[in-house]
């Protein structure tokens, strides 16, 4: 790592997850040793709007490192388009530089990109000259080996050496900022909060309400959770363990335990939109994070080739760590996250509208006060974006009034295809 100039925070956050895998952690987390959190606030709850003098101290940071590879992508997943003639990214852009105008605020976005993702993105941005801010338009996220299952040791792999490397998850983040210089560029600006959401979550828009609450309580760190329900598969809760609360992702979740996604029970989910006070992240450096281990193929468009293990950490963990750390709960409309072509069918539909001033994504009017609908294509034919797109020609169908849509086998759908309620096509 030290040869590939991987930093010296990077390494030391490394050589803690490490030695969390050698003394025998996994990371997991059984559900029978975690207890439900109890009720979390909620947004509406919260004080009113913010001065725009205090929005102009905060920055929005989107993690911009995901290739899509679940989608079967090469390239960056903020690019593909999500309405016509616009990506994640667009729209992304779209919404910050509608806040600018409204609040005369600076809110410069900042992208966390991968060493996959950042040549394209940046060249994508070249096209909206009004984004550039006072600090840079990105920083770069680290890398470490992947290790081979059997012995823990770096895998070699000459057939592509870039494979050999890995993202350290999102909880990369803290090390990342401080290394990159992005949190003294920010704090010498006179920038004292970071919002940050995954670039792939439309909902997850900059909100004044909560600034205020960390600017009046003087918080540390705040995250945002949205109330589970059914369509519940990757995304992590929040739960107590030992008399703390500990957030826990699927990877987490021993084999054979059935308890994540019991929605009822843990209530609250992670929706990865954090907030920051960078002075506290300056003073007390990297939040220790707990080891989360993913096992992976050395080549993840082989199945045949190695097992690796990927050392990783979540960003949303600091929960557990930063002492005054708060929880908000946002309404569903703030978590509208695109894994898989499940999600982005929804999305695509008229079961959300981008509005043309602002570009906020929010439910049909047909949809208002309920959940989204939930999607389930068959993942044979439906799972890579290539066949999934051929399968739908004529683009999406109507979901603006779907509670939920199976499709089981391999179905095309031309125009004018309409779900009403709970719809099932079997081939």
Not at 227 to 241: C, D, L, M, S
Not at 345 to 352: G, I, N, P, T, W
Request: with cysteine; glycine share 8%.
């Amino acid at each position: 790592m030290r040869a590939a100039g991987v930093s010296d925070a990077a390494r030391a956050a490394f050589r803690h997850r490490y030695e969390q895998l050698i003394a025998g952690s996994g990371g997991e987390l059984p559900g029978d040793q975690l207890e439900p959190v109890p009720d979390v606030p909620a947004l509406g709850e919260l004080a009113g709007e913010i001065p725009d003098a205090a929005i102009d101290s905060a920055a929005i940071v989107k993690l911009n490192g995901g290739l899509g590879t679940s989608m079967g992508l090469s390239g960056p997943k903020s690019l593909i388009e999500v309405k016509p003639e616009h990506s994640f990214l667009d729209v992304i852009v779209r919404q910050v530089l509608a806040l600018r105008r409204r609040h005369e605020a600076r809110l410069p976005l900042i992208l966390m990109n991968s060493f996959a993702t950042r040549r394209a993105t940046l060249e994508a941005l070249e096209r909206y000259p009004d984004l550039e801010a006072d600090v840079p338009l990105d920083l770069l996220q680290s890398r470490e080996p992947k290790l081979r299952a059997e012995d823990l040791q770096p895998i070699e792999w000459p057939q592509d050496p870039e494979l050999e490397w890995c993202p350290p998850g999102h909880g990369d983040l803290y090390p990342s900022l401080i290394d990159s210089g992005m949190l003294d560029a920010l704090r010498e600006r006179g920038y004292e909060y970071a919002f940050v959401s995954n670039i792939d979550n439309l909902g997850a828009v900059f909100e004044p309400r909560v600034l205020a609450l960390m600017v009046s309580e003087r918080l540390p760190f705040v995250m945002e959770m949205a109330e589970g329900t059914e369509a519940e598969r990757k995304g992590g809760h929040i739960a107590v363990k030992d008399g703390r609360i500990v957030l826990r992702e699927i990877a987490q979740v021993p084999d054979g335990d059935e308890s994540f996604r019991d929605f009822r029970r843990w209530r609250y989910y992670n929706t990865n939109s954090l907030w920051i006070h960078l002075p506290t992240l300056a003073d007390r450096g990297p939040p220790p994070l707990p080891l989360i281990v993913n096992r992976k193929n050395v080549d993840p468009a082989d199945p045949s080739s190695p097992e690796v293990l990927q050392l990783e950490s979540a960003m949303g963990a600091a929960i557990g760590s930063i002492e005054g750390a708060r929880a908000v709960c946002v309404p569903r409309t703030r978590f509208a996250p695109v894994k898989t072509t499940n999600d982005l069918l929804v999305v695509r539909s008229d079961a959300y509208v981008l509005r043309e001033d602002d570009a906020l994504l929010e439910p049909a009017p047909e949809r208002a006060g309920s959940s989204p609908p939930v999607v389930d294509l068959d993942p044979r034919f439906y799972k890579l974006l290539a066949a999934f797109e051929a399968r739908f020609p004529a683009g999406p169908p109507s979901l603006a009034r779907a509670e939920r849509f199976t499709v089981r086998g391999d179905v095309t759908f031309g125009p004018g295809t309409v779900v009403t309620g709970a719809v099932e096509v079997s081939a």
